[in-house]
């Protein structure tokens, strides 16, 4: 959905091998079935190249008190919808790593933000999900939604993985889509918004 996030890895498809050199080359990723059953590890740039591995992810939104949700714009050196705005940081956990403690770690490499200034990290929703990303790769995901409202919104953003950053109002951006396309967001976010307030 990312080291990473849940959605970075990827090579151009159809050129499986050529980027054996790019740092997700080195990185393995947990295949699962579509009920997210685990089904063994694969290399992350062979799962996000061609037509794709389906795999783990998990997708965080980030919200202050005052119920606004932090968009996080992915670095330009992203492989993958590079640039594009997320809802707030996207990844995947590693072999015997929970969806929770895989979002705890990536929030403060990401974003510098440390458990003690939050207190409900909690798994909401759950979906499958593939898209492409043309001419560089795939994203084919069964992604775990968690959410965390921060009590300090101090940040301290990593660069090589955080383009900008914006504040929101989730429910302005969750009504009126349309209002927000300039802003380009990544499909998985686009996704687990339209499925939330079912």
């Known amino acids: 959905m990312s080291s990473e996030d849940a959605a970075d890895a ?12 790019h740092e997700n080359a080195l990185q393995d990723v947990i295949a699962v079935d579509p009920e997210d059953a685990e089904r063994g590890t694969v290399n992350r740039l062979d799962a996000h190249t ?40 996207a990844s995947h956990p590693v072999e015997g790593q929970s969806q929770e403690d895989a979002t705890e770690q990536r929030l403060e490499e990401e974003l510098g933000i440390s458990p003690d200034q939050y207190g409900d990290l909690r798994v909401t929703d759950k979906f499958e999900y593939k898209r492409y990303y043309p001419n560089e790769g795939v994203e084919w995901e069964v992604c775990s939604v968690l959410k965390v409202t921060l009590d300090d919104t ?13 504040w929101a109002d989730y429910e302005h951006l969750h009504e009126n889509p349309a209002l927000y396309r300039q802003l380009r967001l990544c499909p998985w976010f686009e996704i687990a918004m339209r499925r939330d307030f079912a």
Do not use: N
């Not at 101090?154 to 914006?166: A, F, H, K, R, T």
């Open 10 to 21: 990827g090579g151009s498809a159809g050129q499986v091998g050529t980027d054996t050199d």
């Open 50 to 89: 061609g037509d794709g591995i389906r795999h783990r992810a998990f997708t965080c939104l980030v919200y202050d008190t005052d119920g606004r949700i932090l968009l996080a714009q992915r670095a330009p050196t992203k492989r993958l919808w590079d640039g594009h705005w997320d809802g707030t940081v």
């Open 154 to 166: 101090s940040l301290d953003p990593d660069e090589e993985e955080i383009g900008g950053m914006l």
